[in-house]
């Protein structure tokens, strides 16, 4: 099974797949959806391209709890994802903290860069110091435009909570990138 | 730099419009390991029929010693949100909240209660370790803090667990949504009050 238009039309019968198949499919199915979101979770292209081998080897290890159907496999793999992050996060929690020194540190020497350059970097770094979760509902929302019941549903949490998540995410972008640089 | 709202800025710095696209090279390797991983074909139905039966123990350890013979459920953990103030006035009572070291003055009447919870959860917090708890207020105690907050904008409102102010944020708008988060607690701490805050 290599041929991407077909494994992307088995999903619905998935259950027919050997386990192998159907790990290949669930693949060829959702890989460019995990690493756009995987991407804008991290901080790099190969944290993000490791985050994504690192969600599919979970799936490997658990193929038969892997829902059917394109909706739900779609939604098991983001969130084994976002915990993934999550997990990640915890664990390099001292190392960002030195990180976040030389940041600063940084964005005086390129004091003279392109405002929209600084700009850019200015913003990624404040999305990097959210927590994940709400670094999730802040990416979810608003770079892949869902709607909040949508995250709610697919992180299996309330409306309630994710609207939570976004005032405070965006409370804290405005706060991180007023002290990073005086933006916006 | 023009644009000025944080999801411009958030749109305009994202690394997918930015960045080269996921290289096909890089994409079928990362296909070949995974493909290559050690398969787990598990059956889930045994598995979540072994959760539930574990989860069963845990209810009947948890919530059984609070049900009494003649069928009353009391809560573990005392909830109370109440209306406060910044200054101290007669009949107010001074308490400090924890998490912002502030202190209120609280008003004696109890806008919501344990009996006005309709559900509690755990929830991931902000930082490390961190758990708050998620609560829902049934369609009655969200109607009682409605009202109460729409004539206190612009003025405190304290969340007491076991007597003592967690939070008291200033009251923004009429509070509509029928869910209250709160606190920054250990995993311990949170499962305590999630699993002791509901009742009468």
Known sequence: ???????????????????????????????????????????????????????????????????????????????????LQRDRWRRDTVRRRALSVMHFNRGAENATQEAAVVAKRLVRQALERLPPRRRAVVVLHELEEMAPAEIAALLGIRAVTVRWHLSRGRQELAHVLKRLGGMP | MT???????????????????????????????????????????????????????????????????????????????????????????????????????????????????????????????QFGVDIALTATGAEQIRAASAGHVGRPMAVLIDGQVVAAPVVRSPIGEAAIITGAYSREQAERIVSGIVGE
């Open chain 2, 3 to 129: 644009t000025t709202t944080i999801p411009e800025l958030l749109r305009e710095s994202d690394p997918i419009r930015c960045e080269p696209a996921w290289p096909a090279a890089d994409r079928l390797r990362v296909r070949q390991r995974v493909l290559a991983a050690p398969l787990v074909h598990s059956r889930p139905t045994r598995r979540i029929v072994l959760a539930a039966g574990t989860l069963g123990v845990l209810l009947v350890a948890l919530f059984g010693w609070r049900v009494w013979p003649g069928g009353v459920v009391e809560a573990a953990v005392r909830f109370e949100v109440r209306l406060a103030e910044h200054a101290p006035a007669a009949g107010l009572t001074a308490a400090v909240a924890t998490d912002s070291g502030r202190t209120v003055y609280l008003h004696s009447d109890v806008v919501v209660s344990n009996g006005d919870i309709a559900s509690a959860r755990l929830e991931p917090g902000d930082g490390d370790g």
């Open chain 1, 1 to 83: 099974m290599t041929g991407q238009p077909l494994a992307s039309a088995l999903p619905a019968s998935g259950d027919l797949l050997s386990p192998s198949e159907r790990l290949g499919a669930l693949f060829d199915a959702h890989h460019g959806r995990l690493y756009r979101l995987a991407r804008r979770l991290s901080s790099s292209a190969d944290q993000a391209q490791d985050l994504v081998q690192d969600t599919f080897l979970k799936a490997a290890g658990a193929v038969g709890s892997v829902p059917q159907g394109a909706s739900r496999e779609e939604a098991w793999l983001v969130r084994v994802l976002i915990n």
